[in-house]
């Protein structure tokens, strides 16, 4: 049996269905994806447009 120690399940989850969509991690600090023209940034717990 496995646990599961990561946290912000929702987010991960989130972020792993942009990268499916072909987005791209660009900075990690503050997390920042890309694709295109198009940018987002994790800010405050919610993903928004930056």
Do not use: F
């Not at 972020?15 to 994790?42: A, C, F, H």
């Amino acid at each position: 049996m496995s646990l599961e120690c990561r946290t912000q399940l929702d987010l991960r989850r989130l972020v792993d269905e942009y990268l499916k969509r072909g987005w791209e991690i660009t900075s990690r600090n503050p997390l920042t994806l890309e694709r295109g023209r198009m940018r987002r940034q994790l800010r405050h717990g919610c993903i928004v447009e930056a």
